[in-house]
């Protein structure tokens, strides 16, 4: 089949959860699909990435936006966007340049199928009527940006976020039965979605994790140290570290008061998280290779309190057979059992209690690590999510 591939980013290299998804069912695809790429560049390296891409696909077109690269274009989007129906983001990602490329594909290709790679970029669909059109939902945005809002401090900015969710139900609500096929990440996301949206088709494709890329490690665990594992210029994950640091952490350093945390992921500048570091935290920003950091801590935290879609972070500590303490809302979309594979803590007193559980238990950890590992074997390697995307094409194309 031709596919006409419409990503919001370069997926590659696969740093982060979007980017390991898309890379990965990208490069399942195109074993077997001819794949053109639409991505747009968020990074001063993703040209040579986009180069990199075209040993997977049959052609790639990357294009800048505005609004990346400009903080004056930001700002102005985002004030005439309060006079806008779309939500910002699908304003922002309905670029000319793009929009004119697809076209002349569409003249020169004939494509049996159209992925939208998130909700906003839907609008594409627009400019072209395909035997089938797939649309993937990474997350519920709406329900993502409401979380936003409901942990925002600031009035302004807690205002806006309240009138982002408000604009996305709208657009997800109007866009979602467009498409033949909508793909949910979680059967909870495809009940959220078809709630909003009750006349759109949903399918499930979860997501997944390199279980031969991911193992577990032959490193001595470090006594008493915790991980972080997770982009800090993203706002769920600021505001997880931020309610760790302030409200959890204090409570383990009563009964461990040696315990370390050690922070690794892309940001922007060094104080995205904006938490004093000390001895006992440690933020190492982006590393190449996480699996060392990973497989010497002794629990892998995910104190995340705003999120949706799944945490791909969660399956990766999972294939390494590591012991995690997450909330509800970190472990959503995974098919978990609180106590067998993970533990689940949503306040900071239960939390702080199976962090130091864990820490004081080895036979605690060793169980938690490979009971994980089993279930991603069983139910998340990238082979049998492929697999799950390959259906959702050929009973699509139909």
Not at 192 to 201: E, G, T, Y
Not at 307 to 312: D, M
Not at 324 to 351: C, Q, R, W, Y
């Amino acid at each position: 089949m031709n596919i006409l591939f419409i990503c919001a980013f370069i997926p590659y290299p696969p740093h982060g959860g979007a980017y390991q998804r898309t890379y990965n069912l990208l490069k399942h695809i195109a074993k077997n699909n001819d794949v053109y790429l639409i991505g747009f560049i968020k990074e001063k390296n993703d040209p040579e990435n986009a180069n990199y891409l075209k040993k997977i696909c049959k052609e790639v077109h990357a294009f800048y936006l505005p609004d990346d690269w400009s903080r004056i274009s930001l700002v102005k989007s985002l004030f005439l966007n309060l006079f806008s129906q779309l939500p910002y983001t699908a304003q922002k990602y309905y670029s000319m340049q793009a929009r004119q490329t697809i076209a002349k594909l569409i003249r020169r290709v004939n494509f049996d199928i159209l992925q939208c790679d998130m909700i906003d970029l839907a609008g594409y669909i627009y400019d072209y009527n395909p035997k089938a059109t797939v649309l993937v939902n990474h997350n519920v945005e709406s329900t993502l940006i409401l979380r936003h809002a409901e942990v925002e401090k600031n009035p302004l900015k807690k205002w806006f976020f309240y009138l982002q969710y408000k604009k996305l139900l709208r657009y997800e609500r109007k866009m979602c039965p467009m498409f033949k096929c909508c793909v949910a990440v979680s059967e909870l996301d495809k009940q959220q979605l078809q709630l909003i949206s009750p006349q759109a088709r949903f399918s499930v494709v979860p997501n997944g994790v390199d279980v031969d890329y991911f193992q577990p490690q032959k490193t001595q665990v470090e006594k008493n140290t915790l991980i972080f594992a997770g982009r800090t210029d993203w706002l769920p994950n600021i505001d997880g570290l931020k309610f760790f640091y302030q409200e959890i952490l204090p409570l383990i350093k009563k009964e461990i008061k040696d315990v370390r945390l050690t922070i690794i992921g892309k940001a922007r500048t060094n104080n995205d998280i904006g938490l004093p570091l000390t001895e006992n935290v440690t933020h190492l920003g982006f590393v190449e290779d996480v699996r060392p950091y990973i497989g010497k801590a002794a629990v892998y935290i995910v104190p995340l309190r705003i999120g949706g879609g799944t945490r791909l972070k969660i399956l990766d500590a999972m294939a390494m057979g590591k012991a995690i303490v997450s909330t509800s809302i970190g472990a959503e979309g995974i098919d978990v059992t609180h106590g067998k594979n993970i533990l689940i803590a949503d306040t900071p007193e239960d939390f702080s209690k199976q962090v130091i559980r864990v820490l004081n238990d080895s036979n605690l950890r060793e169980s938690l690590g490979k009971e994980g590992r089993k279930l991603v074997e069983e139910k998340y390697s990238w082979d049998i999510i492929g697999k799950k995307m390959d259906e959702i094409y050929n009973t699509t194309h139909i």
